[in-house]
């Protein structure tokens, strides 16, 4: 076991050196905190008044939770769907690829002209960014089961439907986990995105109020808050992710 | 080429759709025809303010591509050969990578210049992409080349230059490929803190003016500059798999 | 005449990128193998003996002639769940457990899992202990011991072997000779065997075939006389010792 303090250096060294050049550049060129508040004094805000961030924060989390959820399930969906017809599968492939290079947030605005500016257009934003790997890391998986277990559930005179649930959607778990891993970490900022710009509730509105406001702590606050919500979805997925690879090969 | 003829199908399906709930208007007013964006986008007098939003978030996004692209080589590069920095390096990229776009505005804001945080906040988004896929390429190499160059008496620089560097090569260009979209949000959300132009502030105007058929124009040129840089990476992904993969 | 597989002129071309004519691995290959009958054969890699099973597997479609199997298209008894296959690659789904890998016939073919059935079997390949370990946890060789339990469990009707007992060392693989001779002689199941022994062929084989390759051909065919059941020491005798020469001759030819 290393002792605590290496440990600590080991893992975090890049994080440390970071806060502490934030606090050194604010207090070097002695910023005004409306500026550009030190991370001592986001801290102090963060502590002073938890329940301003407590709030959105469950509205931010609640959307990203359910967003990542229904965007992954209808993304394993739909690659079900086009792996049970090839006809799906050739008419939907290109369409993925070309809308999985599409720079999501420019299509935010659209969304919400659709949708209307406010909940429901954070929720398709999520979805929507949640959809695409989940497609295309579930279409890849379900077309590569084990050497040999195709020719074998034929032998065995395996119908569609067992193919499907015995080979095909096991053998897309750990692709399935890196689409989560993927999604995990971007659902909360996806989000955050959004609210900022429709400015409702969440931390992005916090932070758009909160910046519009000169509250500048706080809007730095909201910003800390999602960076270690998104760090430790991202580290729990990764978490996940191993987890099902060594459960699925 | 059955599967080319189906998806070339699959995507007229999409436009004509686009087409037909635009002219029926079933999703009201903001989902105008295809037509009608197209004719706009094509418009002389539009052209002067397309080309140049287009050219200051294409800038942007080279820049912060190429800035976002380096450092990730080389955090990856020095954390491999230095193992005793890898946990702290992965630690920092994962946490980098996690704040929220809207907050690297400000910060770039007061650190560089309005005309540069597009390109600030787009090579963050670059950088953590390249880093994992350069650190996950450099570890490709197998055990098996490994025992092989140690019992060839390789020492550690002609190790990572002859065995570990071009095993990484293929993963390195994928990640190329997946970080130009990136950077490309990056640039629109970094214009968004006060950039004179760009496609980022097309957007917003048109939204705030409900410049409807403008706004769906601002989309399909992001669209576009990102699918043809992508493309362009897909085939040079192509290439190093074939040479390396 | 009783005929439980048929193969009938059977020839398969595979396509070669950029060569038109492509690889004649099957020339006109006709081979009978009677009902309960068990048929090795014997060839040098490469000359078409998996293709010849995938054929009667129905895995593969034959370019010219046909392949039949109780009279009907080898495609029937799979879907009649009746076909039992050890394939040269164990085929094992990783996700799974052994107990539940040996199980998976049962539930494709939506049959209730008879588990003294699945116990025996697991005891008979020496992996009772491991019934809940992972493929990967297991090596190589009991990896095709489980895949053979799997080929076996559902009692099938006809019994298509790829070289099972390739990654076993020579004492476990005399074992599994008996153990397999003792089944197939309690339910006389048709069972073709791919192997690269001579002796494992001869020990367990009513019929020894010898192929030739490119393209794949019947080279010789060699009835085995020795009375059922065989004692491993039939191995040691005379007549064996002179078969076996015979038989490497044709595969060295
Ligand atoms: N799917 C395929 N596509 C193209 N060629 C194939 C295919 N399967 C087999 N072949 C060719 O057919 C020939 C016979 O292959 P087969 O696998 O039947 O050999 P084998 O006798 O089982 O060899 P071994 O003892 O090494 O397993 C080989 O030349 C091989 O290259
Ligand atoms: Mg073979």
């Known amino acids: ?249 | 080429m059955k599967q080319t003829l189906l998806g070339a199908l699959g995507i007229a399906l999409f436009l004509a759709l686009w087409e037909v709930v635009g002219r029926t208007q079933i999703l009201g007013i903001s989902w105008p025809p295809l037509s009608d964006v197209l004719a706009e986008l094509t418009d002389e007098r539009r052209r002067p303010l397309f080309l140049r939003a287009l050219g200051a978030t294409l800038e942007s996004t080279a820049l912060g591509y190429l800035w976002g692209t380096g450092a990730g080589l080389i955090l990856a590069t020095v954390a491999h050969l230095l193992p005793a920095l890898r946990r702290g390096s992965d630690r920092l990229a994962a946490v980098l990578n996690s704040v929220p776009s809207i907050a690297l505005g400000p910060i770039f804001l007061v650190l560089l210049t309005r005309e540069s945080t597009p390109a600030a906040v787009s090579s963050i988004h670059v950088f953590f992409i390249v880093f994992v896929s350069v650190s996950s390429g450099l570890q490709r190499a197998t055990p098996a080349h490994r025992d092989l160059f140690a019992v060839l008496g390789a020492d550690r620089i002609k190790r990572f230059g002859r065995l570990e560097l071009p095993a990484a090569l293929p993963s390195l260009v994928s990640g190329l490929r997946l970080a130009w979209p990136a950077a490309l949000i990056g640039a629109i959300i970094g214009e968004w803190f006060g950039a004179p132009r760009g496609i980022g502030i097309l957007i917003i105007n048109a939204m705030q003016n409900f410049q409807i058929v403008l706004l769906w124009c601002a989309v399909l040129l992001a669209v576009g500059a990102s699918l043809f840089f992508y493309g362009l990476l897909t085939l040079l992904e192509r290439a190093a798999y074939a040479r390396f993969g | 005449m009783n005929v439980a597989i048929a193969i009938d002129k059977v020839s398969k071309r595979f396509p070669l990128p950029g060569d038109k004519e492509g690889v004649l691995a099957l020339a006109e290959l006709s081979l009978t193998i009677a009902p309960g009958e068990f048929v090795a054969i014997l060839g040098p890699s490469g000359c078409g003996k998996s293709t010849l099973l995938r054929l009667v597997a129905s895995l593969e479609q034959p370019t010219g002639g046909t392949v039949t199997v109780n009279g009907a298209a080898p495609g029937l008894v799979s879907a009649q769940h009746a076909l039992g296959v050890a394939f040269q690659d164990h085929a094992l789904l990783p996700w799974l457990s052994v107990h539940d890998n040996i199980a998976l016939p049962f539930r494709l073919a939506g049959r209730r899992i008879d588990e003294p059935a699945i116990a025996r079997l697991l005891e008979l390949v020496g992996l009772a202990s491991f019934e809940k370990a992972r493929p990967k946890q297991l090596s190589g060789g009991m990896r095709q011991r489980a895949s053979i339990a799997r080929a076996l469990v559902l009692e099938p009707e006809v019994l298509l072997l790829d070289e099972p007992f390739g990654a076993l060392d020579a004492v476990t693989r005399r074992q599994m000779n008996v153990e397999l001779q003792r089944i197939w002689s309690a339910r006389q199941i048709t069972t073709m065997l791919i192997t690269h022994s001579v002796d494992e062929a001869l020990f367990l084989a009513d019929r020894v075939v010898v192929m030739s390759g490119r393209p794949g051909r019947i080279l010789r065919e060699v009835q085995v006389p020795f009375a059922r059941p065989r004692d491993p020491w039939v191995m040691r005798s005379e007549a064996f010792h002179r078969l076996v020469d015979d038989l490497t001759a044709a595969l060295e030819a």
């Not at chain 1, 207090?27 to 986001?42: E, G, K």
């Not at chain 1, 102090?44 to 359910?66: E, K, R």
């Not at chain 1, 290109?94 to 209307?116: D, H, M, W």
């Not at chain 1, 692709?175 to 970490?185: E, T």
Request: aromatic share 10%.
């Open chain 1, 1 to 249: 076991m290393r002792p605590l303090l290496v440990r600590l250096v080991e893992d975090y060294w890049g994080i440390l050196l970071l806060l502490f050049a934030w606090q050194a550049w604010v207090v070097v060129n002695s910023f005004n905190p409306i500026v550009m508040p030190t991370p001592t004094a986001v801290l102090g805000d963060l502590v002073s008044h938890p329940g301003v961030y407590l709030g959105n924060v469950g509205i931010t989390l609640s959307i990203a939770v359910f967003g990542l959820v229904a965007g992954m399930l209808v993304g394993t969906g739909l690659a079900v769907a086009a792996w049970f017809s090839p006809i799906a599968s050739g008419l939907l492939n290109p369409l993925t690829v070309l809308f999985s290079s599409v720079p999501v947030v420019a299509l935010i605005p659209v969304i919400a002209r659709l949708l209307g500016y406010d909940t429901s257009t954070v929720l398709a934003i999520v979805v929507i960014i949640t959809f695409f790997p989940s497609f295309v890391f579930a279409s890849s998986g379900l077309r590569q089961p084990p050497p040999g277990a195709e020719d074998l559930f034929r032998v065995l005179g395996a119908s569609r439907l067992d193919l499907l649930r015995r080979l095909a959607l096991p053998a897309a778990m750990p692709n399935l986990a890196i689409a989560f891993k993927l999604a995990a970490a971007h659902a909360i900022l996806a989000a955050m995105v959004a609210e900022f710009l429709m400015g409702t509730t969440g931390l992005g509105y916090l932070f758009a109020k909160t910046k519009s406001d000169f509250q500048t702590e706080q809007a730095f606050g909201a910003s800390l808050v999602a960076t270690v919500i998104s760090a430790s979805a991202f580290l729990a997925a990764g978490w996940v992710e191993k987890k099902v690879r060594e459960r699925y090969s």
